[in-house]
């Protein structure tokens, strides 16, 4: 089955940076598109960022300059840079993955940006 796994996650400041990991099993990521997704309390699910089979990156606008998403394909990962986080950038972060016509989520990894 597929797996997928998020890791990374931790209590920042603001102004300062974190490297979220989305790391799968059962499926070879090279050649599927990926998303990250964040849901903060009370809020719905958002994207974040997508990044293509062939490498091409779109992001949110409220994220836009501020993060990079791009993959590793010999590791099977798909990483999230985040730079100049704020407060409202807290929430859970979760990759996904559509494959054989289904929807694969990681268990998520939480993000905190406080002082």
């Known amino acids: 089955q597929v797996h997928l796994v998020e890791s990374g996650g931790g209590l920042v400041q603001p102004g300062g940076s974190l490297r979220l990991s989305c790391t799968a099993s059962?499926?070879?990521?090279?050649?599927?598109?990926i998303r990250w997704y964040r849901q903060a309390p009370g809020k719905k699910r958002d994207l974040v960022a997508f990044?293509?089979?062939?490498?091409?990156?779109t992001y949110a606008d409220s994220v836009k300059g501020r993060f990079t998403i791009f993959r590793d394909n010999a590791a099977n990962t798909v990483y999230l840079q985040m730079n100049s986080l704020k407060p409202d950038d807290t929430a859970v972060y979760y990759c996904?993955?559509?494959?054989?016509?289904?929807?694969?989520w990681g268990q998520g990894t939480q993000v905190t940006v406080s002082s």
């Open positions: 059962g499926i070879i990521f090279n050649g599927y598109h």
């Open positions: 990044i293509t089979s062939g490498g091409s990156t």
């Open positions: 996904n993955v559509y494959y054989g016509a289904s929807d694969y």
